[in-house]
């Protein structure tokens, strides 16, 4: 086989000519995803939301609410940034988005805690925005009963007792959270250890769909087909291949951004991820080649490998566990290769345990590479007869 | 005649729009269905019942008593109770379990001696919904279990003398506009009208596409116009019609059928959701103009609808962002839409509230009628001009024989090696 027009590296030299030759290439596998790393990692740079804006309406006005508020003012995620004069100003107020959230002490507080009557004080948050809500409900709810427990150890103070025996009488039972690896609550750990590959994953859909429609559509495929001598699998696996080498430098440069740069959790070391992420690769991949054989249409192949892209962000369960969702819902997750990689980072980044427990979504990414085996056989036949059609 | 031109363009653009099955999904089926799915993935709103392992080494009274009420807690669900916490961190190991509850030996000897007793509790942080439901699930046990000591311990006053001295101010917590704290009502607006700019700007552009290769074929296409603002024009009132239509349907209908808060008033939707429509419009012919084949659009478009939504700041909040992305998120009809939306329609803002992203909706849409305009008209003027394909030809002629050329000098120079 000495023709050079002929064969695997021959295929790859000519999709690397035609990659070279079109800007489109280079945005998508290049730019996009790497647009979106420095994005996601930058955005949240802040790991957890510090002092996010909150108002207070004091109807009161005394010593026992201006404590109150002093205190608020300390914590680190809460910032009060404006005293409002009445309940519908402060509401007036999240609805502009000025504040997240507010705090309400009315009038009488002082005089009904002095004279033991139990007042009430109420935290009311913008849960349409939910995050910052939720963080600020944390810092306000602890402020109450902070609030609430210095009244109470001044009592128990003036009876008598020690602060020991006050904190055991004013909180018997306490909680002591530990949250297993991420104990800062980081939300960039949260979000990019998934957005950054998920975003990666939609592209290698998108791009491996795309470049083995265009050949039909250009009219190129019988070229293509029989400079791999008619094997459609060695023309697809070489036309795929600078793909393939382009996507995994790309997942290089998640993984060492992630890991090495912004030092996320990494547990297991760097070799499970590194496996993960190449196999996510080649599972996408495996996955559009199975998706552009059954459907024998550039848009409509297309667009079935774009919403599965765009839906394996909120299915594969990071943001909102895949329990919480409908039965049906649950079970079309594991369609999705993004899903087993999520699975796969959680057991060896996050929660470092043995290469043993995840053996079998390394597994299931495996059986997506291989899936196109099944109807590959197609994309030959369409490769002779095809015809675009707008 | 400006106006019946106008008109003209807009029939024309309507009727290419029907017959374009590749633009009518993206105008209508898309919209159609996507938002359903969406909507119904994230219908659960919150998740209950997590599941937790539990290690009660004390095995009181007590402690039994505390994990029978965390067990009845909507927000946790007891799987198994462990013999070690061996057992239980492989229990979590294999995705059984969440959370794990572990109640040291000491606890009730603690209690009875009037100190402070820990319960301990760990959470696998592969979702933060799990954190939320195991610390709010057992905080609400143990605020209740520790009324209850308290007043047994003071025994000899009355009812009311207890909850006092227990508890001297109350609290209370209202989570406002999204009343069950979940997912669908803060995450869907936002999903919506990012649906609306995003389909707009692939089903724009890959008619732009589709234009271009016609182009390219040879086909001169717009001339018979006298002016290039009714042709824009024209287009732009046929997209507003259709997305009149499809914008009820997403904005009006979706939430309906999910029964999520929709505290809206007519005209504030309107006079908001109107802007925001003949923003995207002209933000999708000014992009789309980049566009040069059909289905390129997917590639360079459908990506940016991630970072777009978090643009928005209804996730990460804006206060926190950094300046340069805020900057950027201007540029977008959606990052005010979003912002916007979400608070008419699940906060109940009016107009005279959102009326700072509701200007600048309507300086977007003025800056980009302007840039579609420019660029336009240059490339009107270049299918006019009499010899246009003549350049054209010859351009494409001279790149190709400079890429002919620079392989011919590649093979020469590798022959010399």
Redesign the interface.
């Known amino acids: 086989m000495a023709n050079k027009n002929f064969g695997f590296w021959a295929i790859v030299r000519r999709e690397v000519r035609r990659m070279h030759s079109r800007p489109?290439y280079g945005?998508?596998i290049i730019c996009?995803?790497l647009?979106?790393f420095i994005?996601?990692t930058?955005?949240?740079?802040?790991g957890l939301?510090?002092?996010?804006?909150a108002g207070v309406v004091d109807e009161d006005n005394t010593l026992v609410s201006r404590s109150i508020l002093r205190n608020l003012d300390s914590y680190q995620q809460t910032e009060i940034i404006k005293q409002y004069a009445s309940f519908s100003e402060a509401?007036?107020a999240?609805?502009?988005?000025e504040i997240?959230g507010f705090f309400y002490i009315p009038r009488g507080?002082q005089e009904l805690?002095s004279s033991?009557?139990?007042?009430?004080?109420?935290?009311?948050?913008?849960?349409?925005?939910?995050?910052?809500?939720?963080l600020l409900?944390r810092d306000m709810?602890t402020m109450?009963?902070m609030?609430?427990a210095a009244?109470?150890r001044e009592?128990l103070f003036a009876k008598g007792a020690n602060l020991?025996?006050a904190?055991?009488?004013?909180?018997?039972?306490?909680?002591?959270?530990?949250?297993?690896?991420?104990p800062w609550?980081n939300?960039n750990v949260?979000l990019s250890n998934t957005?950054l590959p998920?975003?990666l994953v939609?592209?290698v859909l998108?791009?491996t769909c795309?470049s083995i429609?265009?050949e039909l559509?250009d009219d190129t495929a019988r070229e293509w087909m029989s400079m791999a001598n008619d094997s459609v699998l060695k023309a697809v696996s070489a036309k795929l291949f600078p793909q393939t080498m382009m996507f995994s430098l790309m997942a290089l440069i998640y993984l060492v951004l992630l890991y090495g740069l912004l030092g996320f959790p990494l547990n297991n070391g760097f070799w499970p991820m590194l496996l993960a992420a190449e196999m996510l690769i080649l599972a996408s991949q495996g996955f559009a080649v199975f998706i552009a054989s059954a459907i024998p249409s550039?848009?409509w192949s297309?667009?079935l490998c774009?919403l599965w892209?765009?839906?394996s962000?909120?299915?594969s369960?990071?943001?909102?566990?895949v329990?919480?969702?409908?039965a049906a819902?649950q079970a079309l997750s594991y369609l999705f290769p993004l899903r087993y990689y999520?699975?796969i980072y959680?057991?060896q980044a996050?929660?470092g345990?043995?290469m043993v427990?995840s053996a079998w979504f390394y597994v299931a990414l495996l059986a997506f590479t291989i899936l196109p085996l099944t109807d590959i056989w197609m994309l030959r036949k369409a490769a002779y007869k095809y015809t675009y059609l707008? | 005649m400006w106006f019946k031109d106008m008109l003209d363009v807009s029939g024309k653009e309507l009727r290419k729009t029907v017959s374009?099955?590749?633009v009518l999904?993206f105008f209508i089926i898309v919209p159609l269905l996507y938002p359903l799915?969406?909507a119904?993935?994230?219908?659960?709103e919150?998740?209950?019942e997590?599941p937790v392992v539990v290690v009660d080494e004390c095995r009181s009274a007590t402690s039994r008593e505390?994990l029978r009420k965390a067990d009845a807690t909507p927000d946790l669900k007891i799987i198994s109770y462990c013999a070690d916490m061996e057992e239980a961190r492989n229990l979590m190991?294999?995705?059984k379990a969440y959370g794990l509850i572990q109640i040291p030996s000491e606890f009730e000897g603690t209690?009875v001696?009037?100190?402070?007793?820990?319960?301990?509790?760990?959470?696998?942080?592969?979702?933060?919904?799990?954190?939320?439901a195991?610390?709010s699930g057992?905080?609400m046990v143990?605020l209740d279990?520790?009324r209850d000591?308290?007043m047994t311990?003071l025994s000899g006053l009355s009812d009311w003398?207890k909850?006092?001295?227990?508890?001297?101010?109350?609290?209370?917590?209202?989570?406002?506009?999204?009343p069950a704290?979940g997912?669908q009502?803060?995450?869907i607006?936002a999903v919506l009208i990012l649906l609306l700019q995003q389909t707009l700007v692939l089903g724009v552009s890959m008619m732009a596409g589709?234009e271009n290769e016609k182009r390219r074929a040879g086909m001169v296409l717009g001339s018979e116009y006298s002016n290039p603002i009714t042709v824009l024009g024209g287009k732009a009132l046929a997209y507003l019609l259709v997305y009149g239509f499809t914008a009820t349907y997403v904005l009006c209908l979706v939430p309906w059928f999910f029964h999520m808060p929709q505290l809206w008033q007519l005209p504030t939707l309107v006079a908001f959701i109107v802007p925001f429509l003949l923003a995207s419009i002209f933000f999708s012919i000014t992009i789309s103009f980049f566009v040069?084949d059909?289905?390129?659009c997917?590639?360079?478009f459908?990506?940016a609808?991630?970072?777009l939504i978090?643009m928005s700041?209804?996730?990460?909040?804006t206060?926190?962002?950094?300046v340069?992305?805020r900057v950027i998120a201007q540029i977008f009809p959606s990052t005010h839409a979003i912002?916007g939306f979400?608070?008419i329609g699940?906060?109940?803002?009016?107009l005279q509230?959102?009326r700072v992203e509701c200007l600048a909706l309507w300086i977007q849409t003025a800056v980009y009628f302007m840039l579609s305009l420019l660029i336009f008209e240059r490339m009107y003027r270049s299918d006019k001009m009499p010899g246009a394909e003549f350049v054209i030809a010859m351009r494409t002629r001279v790149r190709k024989n400079i890429r002919v050329a620079k392989r011919d000098i590649k093979g020469k120079l590798r022959i010399e090696k």
């Open positions: 489109l945005l998508s996009a995803p647009f979106c994005f996601f930058t955005l949240m740079g802040e939301p510090q002092s996010l804006p509401r007036e999240m609805q502009k988005n997240y507080t805690a033991q009557r139990q007042p009430t004080i109420s935290i009311y948050t913008n849960a349409t925005y939910l995050i910052p809500s939720s409900y709810k109450a009963v609030a609430s009244v109470g009592v020991d025996q904190m055991g009488f004013l909180q018997p039972i306490q909680m002591d959270m530990h949250a297993l690896s991420n609550l939300y949260y957005m998920a975003v939609l592209m998108m791009v795309f429609h265009t559509k550039l848009r297309l667009s774009t892209g765009v839906l962000i909120p299915i369960g990071f943001s909102f566990p329990m919480g969702m409908p819902l999520f699975l959680v057991d996050l929660n345990i043995g427990y707008i | 374009d099955t590749g999904v799915l969406y119904y993935l994230y219908s659960g919150v998740v209950r997590v505390f190991h294999r995705h209690l001696a009037g100190r402070q007793a820990t319960v301990n509790l760990y959470c696998d942080m592969s979702g933060l919904l799990y954190y939320k195991l610390l057992c905080t143990s279990m520790n000591i308290q311990r003398e909850d006092v001295m227990t508890m001297p101010i109350e609290n209370e917590y209202v989570t406002m506009f999204n704290n997912f009502v803060f995450l607006p589709t040069r059909r289905e390129s997917f590639l360079l459908v990506f609808s991630v970072p978090f700041g209804i996730s990460w909040p206060s926190n962002m950094p340069a992305w912002n979400a608070r699940t906060a109940g803002a009016l509230d959102v």
